[in-house]
Structure formats: structure tokens, C-alpha cells
């Protein structure tokens, strides 16, 4: 299949027409809102159900058939932070702290995008390793602490109190479902996992397709909050992400990961934090502009990755392994 192809493909998912569909509904200001509790509880179950997928898979896979995808993460968690940051101070001409802000961002990652890969490889017929689950935890929390790293070397007057955001990231709602999950599918055995499959596997594209529809009322919205630097965010928030997104692909065929891995990798790398890096640049960088920061995020890279970022990481990925 083309890159046309899987693009088109992706642009008329369930997923993706909702998705367009909260869209429409912004900019047409419709009064159309999921109730915030309501969208709360479903981010909770499809971060847990990741969680448990992932965890059902890490208990029937080697350390071995883990550790390179694990190496490759750990590499990409550190390098895409620090692109980021010298491409928003150099580039974007943005101070010390919002650069860092920025590139916390970037560098950290979407469950959001994730889950919506997820669905684009399950629909697609692309087989990947539902351990990559553990990788996206790993990229999260690395992607958060090297771009406050360089905050703090590059301003020393920014005093950056690393103990606490290290608690704030170990212990933010995502990780503690996404690692909760993991250990339940990790620990308990076949029978009782039936026993819940029902909620957490067969329900999860259904309840998916209901979250993308705020979510598209979300980052429209955001979007009209920021008109400063919009053309640098625009431009950052598109090739940055292809940037990552090739990183990933390149990292990924030379480490002999599959091509359903490789191309979750690479959505991984290219999409951006807007749900742990906020929370953890508002208490190590309270000067931030979350104008700047959260609006690239969630209105400029999570659209693009969703309507045409997923499906090229894919194709570049089939590209890449023959």
C-alpha cells in the first residue's frame, strides 16, 4: 500500500473522522462537549488498557527480544530532547526556559498518539509487539528530565528542584495507569485476564473513537488562545515530528526491529507530551509560556500525527525493511 494510500486510509478511520468531527464542531462553535469527568474517566481506561495489553505481551516475551527496542528508546529519549531545544533557542529564538519547555514537549511523548497508532496498526494488519507499551514510559519520563537537565546547565540561575518532578513524573496519573496496567497483565494469570478482557480489550476501540471527538474540540480550541510565534510553532510542530519520526525509523532498522515496531517507535519519537510534560514544566518552569509549549503539542503535532504523521512513519518504516 502507498503512502497515499495508508494516509487515506487513516483520514477515514472511525478513529480520525471523529476525531475531525470534534473539529468541525469547534470551529463551527457548536455547543458539542464530553462532560470533564467523563472524558477524565475514559483517558484513565484507555491509558489502563494500554497498560494491560502491554503487560499481557512482557509476560510471554525474552528479555532478549526486549532489550534492543529498550536500548533504542533509552538513545531516542535522550537525543530528541536535546534537537528540540537547540532547534527552538537557534531557530525559534526562544529564551532558555521556554526552549527547554518546548523540547520538554516534544521530547516526551503521546499516549494519546500512541493509542491512536495502536488502532492504525490493528486495522492495517500490521503486526508489531504490544511490550512497545513499556517503551512509551521510558520515553515519557526521559524526554521530560534531559530537557530540564538542559535548563538548568544552560541557565544556572534556573533552580530546578529535580526531586520533585522526578515524584511528579513517576507518580502522574499516566505513568501509575500505563505502569499499573503493565504489572496486572504482567502477573496474573490467563484465566483471569479472560475474566476482564471483555471491559479492557474488546470495549477499547469503541471507547476510543468517543475520546477522539473531544479531543478535536481541545486542540481546535487551543489554538485560537496563541497568535504570537504561531508561524515557528507551526513550522516546529510539523518537522519536528518528521524529523523524529525518520530518527526513529533509522534507529530502528539498523537495530533489526520489525516493521510493525519500528513504525510505533517512530510515532512514538514524533509525538509530543501534553498530559505529563505540562504538569512537570509548571513546577520546574513556572516563567514557561504554556502558550507557546502546550499549543504546539496539542494543536499543532497531535493533528498532524494523527491525520498524516502515523500513516507516513508506517510507510517509512515498510520502506526502510524489505
Known amino acids: 500500500m502507498t503512502s497515499t494510500n495508508l494516509i487515506l486510509s487513516n483520514l477515514t478511520s472511525p478513529a480520525v473522522i471523529s476525531f475531525l468531527l470534534g473539529v468541525f464542531a469547534s470551529v463551527a462553535r457548536s455547543d458539542l462537549r464530553v462532560p470533564a469527568q467523563a ?16 503487560g499481557i505481551a512482557l509476560s510471554k516475551a525474552e528479555f532478549l527480544a526486549i532489550a534492543t ?28 526556559t521556554n526552549a527547554a519547555a518546548l523540547a520538554a514537549h516534544s521530547g516526551s511523548v503521546s499516549a494519546v498518539t500512541y493509542i491512536a497508532c495502536l488502532n492504525f ?41 529535580f526531586k520533585s518532578v522526578l515524584h511528579d513524573c513517576f507518580t502522574g496519573k499516566s505513568v501509575v495507569l500505563l505502569c499499573g496496567g503493565l504489572l496486572v497483565g504482567l502477573v496474573s494469570s490467563p484465566e483471569e485476564i479472560a475474566k476482564i478482557s471483555n471491559v479492557f480489550i474488546n470495549l477499547f476501540h469503541g471507547i476510543l473513537v468517543f475520546f477522539m471527538l473531544e479531543l478535536g474540540v481541545v486542540a481546535t480550541n487551543r489554538i485560537r488562545d496563541t497568535k504570537s510565534s504561531l508561524p515557528f510553532m507551526l513550522g516546529y510542530g510539523i518537522l519536528t515530528p518528521l524529523l523524529f519520526g525518520i530518527l526513529g525509523t533509522i534507529c530502528g532498522s539498523l537495530a533489526g526491529m520489525s516493521v510493525g515496531n519500528t513504525a ?39 493533528p498532524f500525527n494523527i491525520a498524516i504523521g502515523i500513516p507516513t512513519y508506517f510507510s517509512l518504516a515498510a520502506m526502510a525493511i524489505k
Open 264 to 302: 510505533i517507535l517512530s510515532t512514538m519519537v514524533a509525538s509530543a507530551s501534553y498530559i505529563a510534560a505540562p504538569a512537570a514544566v509548571r513546577m520546574a518552569l513556572p516563567e514557561a509560556n504554556p502558550g507557546i509549549y502546550l499549543t504546539t503539542a496539542i494543536s499543532i503535532t497531535l
Open 69 to 96: 527496542p529498550l536500548g533504542v528508546a533509552v538513545f531516542l529519549g535522550i537525543l530528541t530532547p536535546c534537537i528540540g531545544y537547540f532547534v527552538a533557542r537557534k531557530i525559534g529564538k526562544l529564551d532558555v
Open 39 to 54: 472524558y477524565e474517566a475514559i483517558s484513565m481506561f484507555l491509558l489502563f488498557s494500554i497498560g494491560l495489553k502491554g
Open 121 to 161: 496498526a490493528d486495522s492495517s494488519g500490521v503486526k508489531y509487539n504490544a511490550f512497545m507499551t513499556a517503551l512509551l514510559v521510558v520515553l515519557e519520563i526521559l524526554g521530560i528530565v534531559v530537557a530540564l537537565v538542559l535548563a538548568s546547565v544552560f541557565n544556572p540561575r534556573q533552580k530546578i528542584r
